[in-house]
Every structure is written in C-alpha cells, then in structure tokens.
C-alpha cells in the first residue's frame, strides 16, 4: 500500500522561506514522479512542480512561483522537497504531494489522473 505524507507547512511573514517535505513509501522502485500541487480557498487546484524520481528531471508549472519555488528529491528517503523563498500572502494554500503510476514521466501538460497516490496537504499561510 502507497502512502505519502507531506510535512513542514505552517505561518511565515512574506518575504520569507519554508522548505516542506514529502515521504512516499510502499512504491517498489524509483521509476515513478512525483509532484507538488497547491490549492487556496475558493480557487482551482494548480500544479507546482513535477520530478522523475529515476533521473532527477523536473518541470516547473507555475508562472508565479517560477524562480521562488525549488523541487529536489532524495532517492534514498524517498522523500520529496519544495523549497520555496520570497513567500507572498497569495502564495498561501494547501500544499499537496503526489505520487504518480509506475513508469510515468512528468510532460507538459501534466493530468492529476497519473497520480494516484496523494498525502493529505500541509497549510502554508503567508502574512502580509
């Protein structure tokens, strides 16, 4: 069984950095992506950023968070990073981690129908 957890949200003041974290755990190997999504109130869901977890590729999806947000990946803990700097008051919402389907690729565009495994979103709220 799948499960991933994301951990490290919580209030920062804008201009500031927070680094969240995602483990996935009961995938068999490492030829799977894995992906950060944000939602905020009253808004749609939008993706953040995708990693290969094999090769270490990744895309940036978010205009906005272009250049501020930062993805990695730790292989051997299975685990998933965002970075993100220069925090804005809009920049607060849910952020969620997913893992996708054995032997997916992140592309453009990216379908949340590929990732089946999802954590349950750690808060970051930015004040102003």
């Known amino acids: 069984q799948v499960q991933v957890e994301e951990s490290g949200g919580g209030l920062v003041q804008a201009g500031g950095s927070l680094r969240l974290s995602c483990t996935a755990s009961g995938l068999t190997d490492d030829d799977y992506a894995m992906s950060w999504f944000r939602q905020a109130p009253g808004k749609e869901r939008e993706t953040i950023s995708c990693?290969?977890?094999?090769?270490?590729?990744?895309?940036d999806y978010g205009g906005s968070m272009r250049g501020r947000f930062t993805i990695s990946r730790d292989n051997a803990k299975n685990t998933l990073h965002l970075q993100m700097s220069s925090l804005k008051p809009e920049d607060t919402a849910m952020y969620y981690c997913?893992?996708?389907?054995?032997?997916?690729?992140?592309?453009?565009?990216?379908?949340?129908?590929?990732?089946?495994?999802w954590g349950q979103g750690t808060q970051v709220t930015v004040s102003s």
């Open positions: 997913a893992a996708s389907s054995s032997r997916y690729w992140c592309g453009i565009p990216l379908d949340e129908a590929d990732f089946p495994y």
């Open positions: 990693i290969n977890m094999r090769n270490g590729g990744s895309i």
